[in-house]
Antibody, heavy 119, light 109 residues
Framework: QITLKESGPTLVKPTQTLTLTCTFSGFSLNTSGVGVGWIRQPPGKALEWLALIYWDDDKRYSPSLKSTLTITKDPSKNQVVLTMTNMDPVDTATYYC???????????WGQGTTVTVSS | QSALTQPASVSGSPGQSITISCTATTSDVGAFNYVSWYQQHPGKAPKVMIY???NRPSGVSDRFSGSKSGNTASLTISGLQAEDEADYYC?????????FGGGTKLTVL
């Protein structure tokens, strides 16, 4: 059974850097075709895809946020980390990590973690 | 601006069928061969209902089906039930990333 869980701060100040960790189980990020990514959802708004890292360390980023995002993995710890710099109140959202495969795109989601950006 | 456009809302009565469309609005989407659909109830994480245009994961009701014609993918829900009331999102690949549609709120009357 694949599970993912997000962890990180619930409150960050504007201009700060957000670091979120996704800890997963039930699969290996060393397996061909597998990836872990991040998606966010501002309150009352649509899903927005952010970033993805594949088993071979191929990394993909949202074109509109690419300059602020970094995604890394530690397969030995079953973790993926997302950093987002220069946080702004518009970045207030629920952040989800998710299991990716090429055919399903996203097939298993974490429960999400809410991040508020406020001074 | 999403590369995938969905209607903001659809509605139907119990027992009826509804269809939600997802139109690729840019050539960035390419062949549009990988389309997934997600159901999201309020306060919950999304759940995949359809992948690869028309495939249904195990455990998903066969009342849910997916199709594609040209640059428009569709999710059809037949035999509408109250529990189907939720937000629905499509997703697909773009040239170097992934895009989600803006979401469709399904109301069961």
């Amino acid at each position: 059974q694949i599970t993912l869980k997000e962890s990180g701060p619930t409150l960050v100040k504007p201009t700060q850097t957000l670091t979120l960790t996704c800890t997963f189980s039930g699969f290996s990020l060393n397996t061909s075709g597998v990836g872990v990514g991040w998606i966010r959802q501002p309150p009352g708004k649509a899903l927005e895809w952010l970033a993805l890292i594949y088993w071979d360390d191929d990394k993909r980023y949202s074109p509109s946020l690419k300059s602020t995002l970094t995604i890394t993995k530690d397969p030995s710890k079953n973790q993926v980390v997302l950093t987002m710099t220069n946080m702004d109140p518009v970045d207030t959202a629920t952040y989800y990590c998710a299991h990716h495969t090429i055919t399903t795109i996203v097939d298993v989601w974490g429960q999400g973690t809410t991040v508020t950006v406020s001074s | 601006q999403s590369a995938l456009t969905q209607p903001a809302s659809v509605s139907g009565s119990p027992g009826q069928s509804i269809t939600i469309s997802c139109t690729a609005t840019t050539s960035d989407v390419g062949a549009f061969n990988y389309v997934s659909w997600y159901q999201q109830h309020p306060g919950k994480a999304p759940k995949v209902m359809i992948y690869e245009v028309s495939n249904r994961p195990s455990g998903v009701s066969d009342r849910f089906s997916g199709s594609k014609s040209g640059n428009t993918a569709s999710l059809t829900i037949s035999g509408l039930q109250a529990e189907d009331e939720a937000d629905y999102y499509c997703s697909s690949y773009t040239i170097s990333s992934i895009s989600f549609g803006g979401g469709t709120k399904l109301t069961v009357l």
